[in-house]
Every structure is written in structure tokens, then in C-alpha cells.
């Protein structure tokens, strides 16, 4: 009698403890909210074929963009439910009760580190690849969900965890109807596959990547490379998985959506996702630089991943020299009263030919807005690899010349040493790390050894040691600031067109009026120059 008591004590205080770090995160109430929907009323557990059916990701078409999806990727997804309430939770003999409901997600939605929930993710996808036949030569230490992950991992099979990130990041910005949807579509992430291999292998610089197929490489990433890798480049790679699963207990509760409203949703996410492919920040380069972001930016990028209407994108793309012609004057009048976060992009290519399997693109995140300044300012940065290798060079902290932006000066005075008219990023002024001209003509972009503000690495395949002069295909600017930034620039727009409509308004009384003309005066003073006459102010 006193053991069962002393049990009973000790099951409750786990509870209790459980219960206080859920509620430590926010999540005690939903969760609270979920078990009673889904437990029996019976048993008071939730039965495991019920958790099983909230974590589903079945899908009866799926395709990607630019590339073949691999035969076992179906049954890949169809067997992710079942190994993340195999791993995460451990069910009694009438289901899981609300101990076990609580342990299991605070083993990957709590208070844990980013290396420990990488781990977990691993452990969830290797289950469910050796469920669907294709099984990864990864093993882990122990038993326990946040071990030590050992063996490797082929750049194919990366491709494939990277895909279910993706699909688990897009159901939890949209899980109403991605829980009933009946297609996805997966954007090209051949970019990040990419990074990884030449992070990852001592030969990668090696390989064509303008032409490297995925799936043809074939090679071996240690577990433990992917591992530094993620937690480097894309450190918010893990949080789809947690974000999938809270937002699946989110929305368990909640009535889904009905064949007449879903049509209707997906049509606009499809329009939206469309449209977005056209600009150089494609879906899947927007999603790469949220994974790579951790503030407020990162919102802003996902709104133009997986946008819930075509307004998403046209609020965000400020200026496109496709749509609003080259140079710096045309981006100065659509940037011009932005003060918030942007996102510059060039396209460019190098060499004689514009030839597309030579194109590279790379960009440049600033902290606030772009002003007119003959030297470099800025509080912060980065600046990114996007095509054909993603990568993220934050700032260095030694140095902060992060950003350059001048425009022709206004005054006709002579100036001996004129400031470069540009836009800059990086190094000093004239071994700028990147520099673009006033007509949007040239990028020139130099070694990373003429740069303290920015990490060290090269900004496209085979870049060397010498400045490389390239041609410009396409500028885009994105602005990050959110809904206000943007409210901000459209009233300062309306207050200098109409500044400037007034100045171009003539008083005709006061034109004809020969008293008061210009032409007046000059002659009364060349008649009688010595003529002492009053300013009227």
C-alpha cells in the first residue's frame, strides 16, 4: 500500500513537472485543448491510430519542379506519421495517456537545444526510410531520442529530408488546408543540396555545379558534417519539424475546411506560387534565407515562400530593373522612404557569353533602408550566395562598412576626389566586396580578403583571388520591414508627389505681372546699379 502511494507520488510529480514546462512555452492550453478532443472518453488516452492521423502527410500526387523525385519518396512520407508517434511517444495498453502526451512533446517542442532537435529529426526521418524501403546508413548511439548521431548520408537522401522540411513548413503556414490537400508541389532546392556537398566534402568545390545533378553525385556526407552544416547554414532546419508538430495539435481540435472552400484556397496558393517563380527570389531561395535568419526577417521571407495571395509578393518586391528599367535612379525612386530591412539580389554572369548554365546570383540583406551617402553606414547584415550554391556570410563584427549607396550629388560645385556612385557592400571604398554601377551595366566583386565586415567565403563557384567584373542580368529589392515599413513609404510618396506638383504649379497673376517679373529687376539694376534697394522678405 505504501509502494502504490509512493508510485502514484512520484507519477504526479512528473506530471506536475511536465505540465510546468509546456506551460513554460505557451503550450499548456492547446494541449490541453487537443487531449481532450482526441482521447476516448473511455480509456481517458488518445488512441495511437488518432495521433498517428493528425501527423499524416499523405499526399496522392506530389512532384517537384526541377527535378525527379525518387520511387520510395511516397512511402517516405506515408510511413512519417507513424515513426513520429513511434519515437515521440510511447502509448499504454489503452493508448497514450496524458503523462505520455506531454513527455512526448516536450521531447521536440520544448525548451531544447537546436543540435538535440536536429537529432530527433534525423531519428524520426531514418525510421520512416527503412519503413519505406530505402533505408539510410545512419544509427545512433542509445535509444534515447537526443543521442549522438553517427554513419552518413547521400546527397539524394538529403534531398529528401530537405523536401519533407519544406512540405512540414508549408502545412504549418497553411495547415487548415494542407491537412486535406490531395497535391503538393515542392519547389527547386537543388541550391542547398549543393551547399552541403561542397561544405561537407573535401573535393566539393570540385564538382560542375552549374550542371550537378543531385542525384547523380554520388557520395557520402558524415552524419556529423550534415550536422555542423544545418547548424551553420540553416539553423532554423529543425524548427519545421517542431513547428509541424505543434501546429498538427493546433489545428486537431478545429473543424477542417470543406470542399467547397478548399478548392478556392488552393487556386490562390497556386497563383501565388506561380507568380513567385518568375522573380529571382524564388519560393525556394525565400525559404532557404527565412531557415537562415533568426528575427523578424525570417516571418518576412516565409510570407514570400508560401504566400496566401498574389498580394503577398507585390507588396514585398519594391523594385525589379526587369519591370522598372536598369540603373540607380529608377531603384531610388522605388525604394526611396523604405526604412526597414532589404533584400538585394543580382543576377549576373561571367565570362563571354550569357550563358544560363554560367549564371550566378548573389544578394546583400541590410538592416534599414538605402540612403544617399557619399561614405558606408549601416548597423548590420549579410551577405548571401544564392544560385547555384546557397550560403549566408553574416557579419564579422571587425569592421562596419556594410552598406554603400550614392547617387549623383545635386550640386554643381567641383569636387577633385569625386565618391563612387553606386551601391557597395563590404571591404573599403574603391576594394569594395561588391560593388554595382550607377546604369546597373557591371558587378564587380572582389576576394574576400579586401573585406573585414563580412565572413570569409567565396560568393560564387571558381570566384579566385582577382576581382571578377560581370555582367548584370536582373536586380530585384525586397523589402522586409512588414506591413508598416511599407504603409511608411506609400505616405511618403504621396507627400513628395505632391510637393512636387506644387512646385510645378505657376501663379499666372504674378507671372504676367511686369513689376514683380525677373526681367524687371535685372534691367532697373544695370540702368542704376549703385541704387541702394530693399530684400523684400
Excluded at 510546468?20 to 482526441?38: D, K, M, R, V, Y
Excluded at 524520426?124 to 537526443?146: H, K, Q, T, Y
Excluded at 556612385?421 to 574576400?448: L, N, P, Q
Aim: aromatic share 10%.
Amino acid at each position: 500500500m505504501g509502494q502504490s502511494s509512493s508510485t502514484e507520488t512520484v507519477e504526479l510529480k512528473e506530471e506536475r513537472e511536465l505540465e510546468s514546462l509546456a506551460a513554460s512555452s505557451g503550450a499548456l492550453p492547446f494541449l490541453q485543448n487537443s487531449f481532450s478532443i482526441l482521447a476516448d472518453p473511455q480509456s481517458h488516452s488518445i488512441p495511437l491510430p488518432s495521433l498517428q492521423q493528425c501527423f499524416s502527410l499523405k499526399y496522392t500526387s506530389i512532384n517537384c519542379e526541377k527535378a525527379n523525385l525518387p520511387y520510395c519518396f511516397q512511402g517516405f512520407l506515408d510511413h512519417m506519421a507513424a515513426s513520429i508517434t513511434d519515437t515521440l511517444f510511447v502509448p499504454q495498453k489503452g493508448g497514450i495517456t496524458w503523462v505520455e502526451f506531454l513527455r512526448g512533446y516536450v521531447k521536440c517542442c520544448g525548451r531544447i537545444s537546436a543540435s538535440s532537435l536536429l537529432n530527433i529529426m534525423l531519428r524520426v526521418f531514418a525510421l520512416s526510410a527503412d519503413r519505406a524501403g530505402c533505408p539510410m546508413n545512419i544509427n545512433f548511439d542509445s535509444d534515447e531520442v537526443d543521442s549522438k548521431t553517427c554513419g552518413s548520408i547521400s546527397p539524394l537522401e538529403l534531398e529528401m529530408i530537405i523536401w519533407v522540411c519544406w512540405i512540414m513548413s508549408w502545412n504549418t503556414r497553411s495547415s487548415k488546408c494542407a491537412m486535406e490537400s490531395e497535391h503538393v508541389s515542392v519547389p527547386d532546392l537543388n541550391h542547398l543540396i549543393l551547399s552541403a556537398v561542397v561544405s561537407c566534402m573535401d573535393n566539393g568545390s570540385d564538382f560542375d555545379l552549374w550542371n550537378a545533378d543531385v542525384s547523380n553525385i554520388e557520395a557520402e556526407l558524415t552524419a556529423g558534417k550534415i550536422h555542423m552544416w544545418a547548424i551553420r547554414t540553416v539553423p532554423s532546419l529543425a524548427e519545421c519539424f517542431s513547428n509541424f508538430i505543434t501546429s498538427r495539435l493546433k489545428a486537431a481540435p478545429i473543424k477542417q475546411p470543406t470542399e467547397t472552400d478548399t478548392p478556392g484556397t488552393r487556386a490562390i496558393e497556386k497563383s501565388s506560387a506561380e507568380s513567385s517563380e518568375v522573380h529571382i527570389l524564388t519560393r525556394g531561395r525565400a525559404w532557404a534565407m527565412a531557415l537562415s535568419q533568426r528575427s523578424n526577417i525570417s516571418e518576412e521571407l516565409l510570407r514570400i515562400s508560401f504566400p496566401s495571395n498574389i498580394d503577398v509578393i507585390e507588396d514585398s518586391l519594391l523594385y525589379r530593373s526587369y519591370f522598372h528599367g536598369k540603373g540607380l535612379n529608377r531603384l531610388w525612386s522605388n525604394v526611396e522612404g523604405y526604412h526597414g530591412p532589404l533584400l538585394l539580389l543580382i543576377s549576373a554572369f561571367s565570362g563571354e557569353s550569357s550563358e544560363i548554365s554560367r549564371k550566378w546570383i548573389i544578394g546583400a540583406l541590410t538592416q534599414q533602408g538605402f540612403e544617399n551617402r557619399d561614405a558606408f553606414y549601416g548597423n548590420g547584415g549579410s551577405l548571401c550566395s544564392i544560385f547555384p550554391v546557397f550560403h549566408v556570410f553574416s557579419a564579422s563584427g571587425t569592421e562596419k562598412n556594410y552598406l554603400y549607396s550614392h547617387l549623383h550629388s545635386t550640386l554643381k560645385a567641383y569636387d577633385p576626389h569625386p565618391k563612387p556612385v553606386g551601391i557597395a557592400f563590404g571591404g573599403t571604398s574603391g576594394h569594395e566586396r561588391i560593388f554595382i554601377d550607377d546604369d546597373f551595366a557591371k558587378v564587380t566583386v572582389r576576394h574576400h580578403a579586401v573585406d573585414k565586415t563580412y565572413q570569409h567565403g567565396s560568393l560564387f563557384p571558381n570566384q579566385g583571388y582577382l576581382p571578377t567584373e560581370a555582367s548584370v542580368l536582373d536586380v530585384e529589392v525586397w523589402g522586409l520591414g512588414g506591413k508598416t515599413a511599407k504603409e511608411i513609404q506609400i505616405s511618403y510618396q504621396k507627400r513628395e508627389n505632391l510637393f512636387t506638383e506644387q512646385r510645378r504649379t505657376i501663379d499666372l497673376k504674378t507671372f504676367t505681372n511686369w513689376e514683380d517679373s525677373p526681367e524687371k529687376m535685372m534691367m532697373d539694376m544695370m540702368s542704376n546699379p549703385n541704387t541702394v534697394r530693399r530684400e523684400d522678405r
